[in-house]
C-alpha cells in the first residue's frame, strides 16, 4: 500500500446572475471603467442580489452541482468544511447550513476563517483528514457574500469584490496524485490595514459602530500590496525549491485573484510566464475565500492528469500561503 494523499477528484463553482459592471459603479461613486481597469484588472464582478439568500445559498448550489457532476451520494460525505469570513451567522456555522440545503446527512462541519486564505487553509486541512484514512469524502468549499460588507461610496473597496462559491472533492489516492505540500503562514501584524472593525466580541454592534460604517471592509491599500506581493512570492519560491519545481515542470499557477498587478507580480518575482498563471479577475472580481476554487472550476477543461499545480493566497490579517497539488483527472 503506498502513502495516501487527498486527491481533489472534482470542482465546481457557483456565481450569482446579476452582473455589476464598471460602467454601473460610476453612476455609484466617484470612478471610471479605465481607473478601475488599469489598478484592478477587474472588468466586472458578480452579486447575489436576493436579500433572503446567502453565503450559504452560494455553497450548497456549487456543492450541488459538484456532487453532480462527481456522481456522489450526499450521504457519502464525511466532512465539509466551509471557507469564509462572511458566514450567514454568527452561528450556527455555514457549514452545517450548506450540508442542511445539500441533504448531506452523515457527515460534520466547520467553519474555517483565514481571509482570502480561507480555501488554501482548508484545503490543507481537509487533505489531513483524508491522508489519516478516518475519512474518504471531504468536501471544501470556499465562498463569501462580500456584497454584505461592502460600503459601495468607497471606492477602494467596492470596485474589487464580488460574490460567489466553489467547492472540491478530496478523495484518498495511492499513485502519488493529491495534495503534496503546503507552507501555509500567517502573523496578525496586518489587523489594521485590511480587517471588518465591528461585529466581532471586541467591538460588538453598536449605534455607533453601525452609524461609522464599522461593520464594512476596510482596506489600505499600499502596504497590503507590498505585504501580498512579498509574501506569495516568497512562499511560492520556497514551496517549488522543497519539492524540485520550476517553471518547466509546473503546468499552472493559481493565485488568490486580489488585483492583476499583485497576480503579475507575484508570476514576475517567481519567475513564472503569465500564460501558465490562471487568471479570470476581470470577470467575477476579487470572491475572498472563493478565488481559489472558482479558477480551478474555470480552468478544468485545460487541466490533466499529473499536472503540478502551485496555489498561492494572500489575505487580511495577514494570512498567506502556498500549496502543491498534483492533479488528479483529465478536465476536458
Known amino acids: 500500500m503506498g502513502k495516501i494523499h487527498a486527491a481533489i477528484t472534482g470542482v465546481h463553482g457557483y456565481v450569482p446572475d446579476y452582473v455589476l459592471t464598471n460602467a454601473e459603479l460610476e453612476t455609484m461613486m466617484d470612478t471610471n471603467d479605465q481607473w478601475i481597469t488599469e489598478r484592478t484588472g477587474i472588468k466586472e464582478r458578480r452579486i447575489l442580489k436576493e436579500t433572503d439568500k446567502a453565503t450559504s445559498f452560494m455553497g450548497a448550489e456549487a456543492v450541488k452541482g459538484l456532487l453532480e457532476k462527481t456522481n456522489t451520494n450526499p450521504d457519502d460525505i464525511d466532512l465539509t468544511i466551509c471557507c469564509t469570513v462572511t458566514g450567514d451567522f454568527a452561528f450556527p456555522d455555514t457549514a452545517q447550513l450548506i450540508n442542511s440545503q445539500v441533504g448531506i446527512n452523515n457527515a460534520f462541519g466547520f467553519d474555517l476563517v483565514a481571509a482570502c486564505s480561507g480555501f488554501l487553509f482548508g484545503l490543507t486541512t481537509g487533505a489531513t483528514y483524508v491522508e489519516s484514512g478516518r475519512y474518504k469524502k471531504v468536501l471544501v468549499v470556499g465562498a463569501d457574500k462580500m456584497s454584505s460588507i461592502m460600503d459601495y461610496t468607497d471606492r477602494s473597496t467596492s470596485i474589487i469584490f464580488g460574490d460567489g462559491a466553489g467547492a472540491v472533492l478530496l478523495e484518498p489516492n495511492e499513485e502519488g496524485i493529491g495534495v ?153
Open 180 to 332: 503534496k505540500d503546503s507552507l501555509l503562514r500567517g502573523d496578525g501584524v496586518g489587523k489594521d490595514f485590511l480587517r471588518q472593525k465591528a461585529g466581532g466580541s471586541l467591538h460588538p454592534a453598536t449605534i455607533e459602530t453601525v452609524t461609522n460604517k464599522e461593520h464594512f471592509i476596510f482596506q489600505n491599500g499600499k502596504p497590503v500590496f507590498k505585504a501580498a506581493v512579498k509574501g506569495m512570492s516568497g512562499i511560492v519560491r520556497e514551496l517549488m525549491t522543497r519539492n524540485d519545481l520550476n517553471a518547466e515542470n509546473v503546468a499552472w499557477v493559481v493565485p488568490h485573484q486580489a488585483n492583476i498587478r499583485i497576480i503579475e507580480s507575484v508570476a514576475r518575482m517567481a519567475d513564472f510566464p503569465m500564460e501558465k498563471v490562471m487568471v479570470n479577475i476581470q470577470k467575477f472580481g476579487n470572491t475572498t475565500a472563493a478565488t481559489l476554487p472558482l479558477c480551478l472550476w474555470d480552468y478544468e477543461s485545460k487541466l490533466k492528469k499529473g499536472d503540478n499545480l502551485i496555489l498561492t493566497a494572500f489575505g487580511g490579517g495577514f494570512t498567506w500561503g502556498a500549496t502543491h497539488v498534483v492533479w488528479a483527472y483529465d478536465g476536458a
